[in-house]
């Protein structure tokens, strides 16, 4: 019986231990929320970039009954326009014009993926690691550090992926997250893809380290693996049956032309981007 009770009451201390943990570790907010706070004004006040700017017109122009790789020219995959078609019809509901529809879904976006990477974090980092700070620091990601990026397809994808990323960790650590978690950062995982489909190497690397850490390939055939693949095969699936052109017309081009064309990985690897 004494022993149940020592139990008992250690289980109860450590909430209120880790509560206060937490608590204390407010001042690690401190500079993350001014930058971020910085970084929200500037988007909000600064015109769009040219890349998004263009995807917002063909994202228009596609709303409006034009057909895709036939009535205007894009090189980029079908996806590329259809991630901003949600903000112009957003933008045409509320009236307000689809560059700030983009940033307020953009908002909305990071706000539900911190709270899923907040969710997987409890599972994915050791007792007594700075939890507040690798959030701080997501936030700082996906709000601050995209600058002049802000909103393009790459930081759309970003935005996506962490979840994914937190979950990855939690498993790797031996727990086991919900089903509802993994589900939910397996499609934004195949919405990265989506967005930018060189986000498979960030897949592809960490696939590899997951099968070299537990000696297993069973991980990576999970409901998240499962899920980010089925959203990348339907959108594949439907990219084929809906915009042909782009395959019949623009990819042969682009791999004739453009792909010859692009520079070299010791270039980018020496030299600033460009």
């Not at 998004?52 to 009954?65: C, I, M, N, R, Y």
């Not at 991630?83 to 908002?107: N, Q």
């Not at 994915?124 to 700082?140: D, I, M, Q």
């Amino acid at each position: 019986m004494a022993n149940f009770g020592a139990v008992q009451r250690c289980d109860d201390a450590a909430p209120r231990t880790v509560s206060a943990g937490e608590a204390a570790a407010w001042p690690t907010w401190l500079l993350p929320a001014a930058a971020c706070l910085v970084a929200v004004g500037v988007h909000l006040a600064a015109p769009d970039n040219v890349d998004v700017s263009g995807l917002l017109t063909w994202a228009e122009k596609f709303l409006d009954g034009a057909r895709p790789y036939v009535d205007f020219i894009e090189v980029n995959p079908p996806g590329s326009f259809l991630l901003y078609v949600p903000a112009v019809v957003v933008g045409r509901a509320m009236g307000i014009s689809a560059e700030h529809a983009t940033r307020l879904l953009l908002f909305a976006a990071m706000a539900s993926s911190l709270v899923l990477v907040r969710v997987a974090l409890p599972r994915a980092v050791p007792p007594g690691w700075p939890r507040s700070a690798l959030l701080a620091f997501a936030l700082v990601v996906v709000v601050a550090l995209p600058a002049r990026t802000f909103a393009q397809r790459e930081h759309i994808g970003t935005i996506a992926m962490l979840p994914f990323l937190a979950v990855a960790a939690a498993r790797l650590s031996g727990a086991a997250p919900g089903w509802p978690l993994r589900l939910a950062a397996g499609v934004g995982a195949g919405f990265a893809l989506v967005a930018k489909p060189h986000f498979a190497m960030a897949l592809l690397s960490l696939m590899l380290v997951i099968v070299w850490r537990t000696r297993s390939a069973r991980q990576i055939l999970g409901l998240e693996w499962l899920a980010a693949a089925g959203v990348a095969f339907a959108y594949l699936a439907s990219a084929y049956a809906f915009f042909p052109e782009f395959f019949s017309t623009v990819a042969p081009a682009l791999a004739e032309f453009y792909v010859r064309d692009r520079v070299g990985m010791t270039i980018l690897l020496i030299g600033p981007a460009r």
